[in-house]
């Protein structure tokens, strides 16, 4: 059975067609095939590539840009259940494993099958309520609850494993992965979580309370979160979204399915965090 790889190229960037190019070129003539999501294939014009976004047979998703990027590449991914390896072609790029000035490297590690499986824990949400019988998603990063855009505050109650834990009135309300600690949860005040620990945050938003601080619950913990004011927009990475109304619950757990990162270097997670924040390790008297 032939080698295949399928590619997801940042759209609107000017960089990421022309080293998807190098890789593709690279990998057919390694005789590994490559396709490319057909919003994508036109950009690459390269003899041999195949424009398909389904990505059974293939052994990996290989993204060429941003978080963004490479969040929206697990569309196509995780039905496959297969990795994604990124190459950083956006700002922080803290999801991406190689620089494209690295792609030679690249292509030589997945001629090679040189890399490692890395999974990431997920969320799954489900939202039921007096308007909407039923509606899921899943989220590598976080699950947000926010106040709609015409509305001043929501109001939630919060309970963890059926106990209630507290009622809050506030923008909206995070849970987070740690893959999203340094994400959208950080933005709000969260704590930067080492994506080996198995943990979920509760990250509540400019919340009007004594107790409004975040917090980490254990990763087979279930968190119900009551809409008592609303309306309230769930989304899911930013994503994939929906509205619901004052009386809904929307519960967070644990996803079955873990997502995979291909990693071709075990980096200490502490080096990404200094080299993406540009962290003052040196002190202030070097």
Same mark, same amino acid.
């Given at each position: 059975?032939?080698? @295949? *790889?399928?590619?997801?190229? @940042? ?10 190019? $190098? ?30 976004? !389904? $990505? /059974? ?12 990027? %490479? ?6 991914? @995780?039905?496959?259940? %297969? ?19 690295? %792609? ?7 001629? &090679? ?5 890395? &999974?990431?824990? /997920? ?7 007096? &308007? ?21 505050? %929501?109001?939630?109650?919060?309970? +963890?494993? !059926? ?13 987070? /992965? ?44 279930? *968190? ?6 609303? #309306?309230?927009?769930?989304?899911? !990475?930013?994503? @994939?979204?929906?509205?619901?109304? $004052?009386?809904?619950? +929307? ?6 399915? #873990? ?10 997670? /502490? &080096? ?7 962290? #003052? ?6």
């Amino acid at each position: 059975m032939s080698r @295949r *790889v399928l590619f997801v190229v @940042r759209s609107g960037s000017n960089q990421a067609p022309d080293v998807a190019r $190098a890789a593709a070129t690279g990998l057919l003539e390694n005789n590994i095939e490559v396709l490319c999501a057909h919003d994508d294939a036109a950009l690459l014009n390269v003899a041999g590539v195949v424009p398909s976004d !389904d $990505a /059974t047979g293939c052994e990996l998703v290989v993204v060429f840009g941003g978080d963004g990027t %490479i969040l929206s590449s697990f569309e196509i991914a @995780r039905p496959a259940d %297969i990795p994604v390896l990124g190459v950083n072609l956006g700002h922080v790029g803290f999801l991406a494993e190689a620089e494209p000035e690295n %792609i030679d490297a690249v292509v030589n590690a997945i001629v &090679e099958h040189n890399w490692i499986v890395e &999974e990431r824990l /997920t969320l799954e949400v489900t939202v039921a309520g007096p &308007e909407q019988q039923h509606w899921s998603s899943w989220a590598l990063n976080e699950v947000a609850i926010e106040k709609d855009a015409r509305e001043r505050m %929501i109001q939630v109650m919060v309970s +963890v494993d !059926d106990r209630p834990l507290s009622q809050w009135s506030a923008d909206g309300l995070l849970c987070s /992965t740690p893959t999203g600690s340094t994400a959208y949860a950080f933005s709000a005040g969260g704590p930067v979580v080492w994506p080996e620990v198995d943990a979920m945050l509760v990250v509540p938003i400019s919340a009007h309370a004594l107790f409004a601080r975040p917090l980490v619950v254990s990763p087979g913990s279930t *968190v119900d979160v009551n809409i008592i004011k609303g #309306p309230a927009v769930i989304s899911a !990475d930013g994503r @994939r979204t929906t509205e619901v109304s $004052a009386g809904s619950t +929307v519960t967070i757990v644990r996803h079955a399915q #873990p997502t995979k990162f291909a990693r071709l270097h075990m980096v200490p997670f /502490t &080096e990404r965090l200094v080299a993406k924040f540009e962290l #003052p390790v040196q002190g202030w008297g070097a």
